[in-house]
């Protein structure tokens, strides 16, 4: 079985670009959360979108923003791109249903993202 | 808000000693928590978890438990092996599982 697959695996773009990074979770898997890793720290959390819903947002600016399409695929997206959103971004997924606490959460390899 | 924190690395060690790396947190209501390891060039994996007080995961030899009187999951084995050499995160999840907040990692190095 396929795991969690993002796309692409690495980007470099130019600072006040925009970029669109896409995840397809766990075949079954309803629900898609996006992290981000900067070099030498643990991931931070973004969103967490269910059924094509947004469930969570993490203390991100507004030009982050993600959506979930109905096949449960995911992008997300950065506008104005800064130096500082230089980093690894992760994509889960879960089988999480009804807010179930205690679900594994399976993460993609990454995009490695790097604004110059 | 809900917060992991965990030893600073690298440890290092030789082959075969008895691994420790500390986590403790910071949490309202009743999280789940968990152990994740990064290999090099790779995503998280799971290595294990606990859902409730007193409760011990384990995992290809590491274990942890879930101490709530001392808010602490600490991550063991027994005997590493050279193939243990990865970045471990302790991470919790709030209530109702839509997030995991994250420590800030503990890098091992285990030498032949």
């Known amino acids: 079985d396929a795991g969690v697959t993002q796309s692409p695996t690495h980007l470099i773009k130019t600072r006040g670009q925009h970029v669109t990074l896409r995840c397809s979770p766990i075949?079954?898997?309803?629900?898609v959360s996006w992290y981000q890793q900067v070099l030498g720290q643990g991931p931070q959390f973004i969103f967490q979108?269910?059924?094509?819903?947004?469930?969570g947002r993490g203390n991100f600016p507004d030009r982050f923003s993600a959506r979930q399409f109905p096949n449960y695929s995911s992008e997300l997206n950065v506008n104005a791109l800064l130096l500082g959103d230089s980093a690894l971004y992760l994509c889960?997924?879960?089988?999480?249903?009804?807010?179930?606490?205690?679900?594994?959460?399976?993460f993609g390899q990454g995009t490695r993202l790097t604004v110059v | 808000g809900d917060s992991v924190t965990q030893m600073e690395g690298p440890v290092t060690l030789s082959e075969e000693a008895f691994l420790t790396i500390n986590c403790t947190y910071t949490?309202?209501?009743?999280?789940?928590l968990f152990w994740y390891v990064q290999y090099p060039g790779e995503g998280l994996q799971l290595l294990l978890k606990?859902?409730?007080?007193?409760d011990k995961g384990s995992n290809k030899g590491f274990e942890a438990t879930y101490r709530k009187e001392t808010t602490s999951f600490h991550l063991e084995k027994g005997s590493v092996q050279v193939s243990d050499s990865a970045v471990y995160f302790c991470?919790?999840?709030?209530?109702?599982?839509?997030?995991?907040?994250f420590g800030g990692g503990t890098r091992l190095m285990v030498k032949p």
């Open positions: 889960a997924s879960s089988s999480l249903t009804g807010g179930t606490p205690n679900t594994e959460a399976f």
């Open positions: 979108y269910y059924e094509k819903e947004e469930r």
């Open positions: 991470a919790l999840s709030d209530d109702a599982g839509n997030m995991l907040t």
């Open positions: 606990a859902t409730k007080a007193d």
């Open positions: 075949s079954g898997h309803k629900s």
């Open positions: 949490a309202t209501g009743y999280p789940s």
